[in-house]
């Protein structure tokens, strides 16, 4: 890279926990500095968040209108060179697209929209324009994933038959929405989140690392969602099954009612040849159990692992690294990829490997599909796209 590349953020200020998160993320490597944002949907708070960070006073801006009028007027070598978006689902696509129209790159959480067309016409747009989106599924960053990946790609686990992955949460067991918890009422109310409550937030990325690490495509599943906590408006708990494309089958599991849990993302993908256990509360271990041979245990940071999760590891091993040093993964490849674009080279071939607008589109489908077939009486709903 010859220049840090600049980002402006929407969404994302005071006591927002994402936001903070996305910077230390972008920060870490040094390759890209914050230099504008609208910070809230509230003028008064975006502009007190702004000062805050200590952004420049003109570049501080009451709306993400504005913000992005007002960056595509500035000379080449100021304005920003893409936005990262933080705000609840029903405020992605509007700034995202708007974004794309005037000529820059696109950083946003997942689900990457409020539905499945949007989501389409963001692949559109970018098509059109040739400009580059990252969808931040955090857990495609960690480099024990991306090793497991690389391992089921060659073909070592043999053809993949079973894929079993659960993603419980404990802190939605209480009403939460009702007490202030302003995470858990965007999170809860169908007109912020959609149609989906956990497994529109949780779930998607149950999904994406299932088809991410396996390489497969879910084909059909079998969805029941339920409202546990009384008086709550989406569902909190849920169970899939899955069918993939190969054939093989799957389990899929999200809850956000399962007391005492934290964030205990877990799968097992199982082979002819064996199988392998990844973690996210371990995640620098990659379990790998052989059906003629005793378990093996690999650590980032060690000695014969593939370029992808080498690419992706920053400390030796032993040292621990987790979410953080994970999303961070997956704004530097986004960076190196856009600054090799800017600058008409190749970027390396690891630093492609980032979630975008088709994982995007896979995510919303995700939640149709699951929603639809929990509302039905059929035993199998296929997988729409």
């Known amino acids: 890279m010859k220049r840090k590349l600049r980002m402006g953020m929407i969404g994302g200020g005071k006591d927002a926990f994402i936001g903070a998160i996305h910077r230390i993320a972008a920060n870490m490597d040094g390759l890209i500095e914050l230099v504008c944002g609208a910070l809230s949907s509230s ?45 609840p689902n029903h405020a992605h696509f509007a700034p995202a697209m708007m974004a794309l129209e005037h000529g820059f790159h696109v950083v946003i959480d997942k689900p ?47 053809k993949i038959r079973k894929i079993i992955v659960e993603y419980p949460q404990g802190w939605l067991s ?52 339920s409202i546990v906590v009384d008086g709550r408006a989406l569902d909190d708990d849920g169970n899939v099954l899955l069918k993939f494309d190969n054939g093989s089958n799957g389990v899929l599991i999200a809850s956000q009612i399962a007391a005492g849990e934290e964030n205990a993302l877990r799968i097992r993908v199982y082979g002819e040849k064996g199988g392998l256990e990844w973690a996210q509360q371990e995640p620098n271990t990659l379990i790998l159990k052989w059906l003629d041979a005793p378990v093996q245990i690999l650590r980032a940071g060690g000695h014969q692992l593939s370029s992808y999760a080498a690419f992706n590891s920053r400390t030796p091993g032993g040292h ?66």
């Open 43 to 87: 003028p008064e708070k975006a502009i007190e968040s702004g000062r805050t960070l200590f952004l420049p006073k003109d570049r501080i801006y009451p709306n993400y209108e504005e913000m992005i009028l007002q960056e595509s007027r500035l000379p080449a070598g100021e304005r920003m060179d893409f936005v990262s978006i933080v705000t």
């Open 112 to 158: 990457i929209t409020f539905t499945l067309e949007e989501a389409k016409l963001l692949k559109k747009k970018t098509e059109e324009t040739g400009l580059s989106l990252l969808l931040t599924h955090t857990y495609a960053g960690y480099p024990m994933v991306k090793q497991a990946r690389e391992m089921v790609k060659a073909g070592e686990l043999g």
């Open 174 to 225: 209480r009403l939460s929405e009702k007490d202030g918890n302003p995470q858990a009422a965007w999170r809860t109310d169908p007109a912020r989140s959609g149609k989906s409550g956990c497994m529109g937030d949780i779930g998607t990325h149950a999904a994406h690392l299932a088809e991410y690490i396996s390489g497969l495509k879910i084909t059909q599943l079998c969805a029941d969602l």
């Open 320 to 385: 621990p690294e987790g979410y953080l040093e994970a999303f961070a993964n997956l704004y530097r490849n986004f960076a190196l990829c856009v600054s090799a674009k800017n600058e008409g080279i190749k970027a390396a071939p690891e630093a492609y490997d980032y979630p975008s607008v088709d994982e995007g589109i896979r995510g919303m489908a995700f939640i149709n599909n699951v929603v639809n077939s929990s509302l039905s009486n059929d035993k199998w709903t296929n997988f729409e796209v």
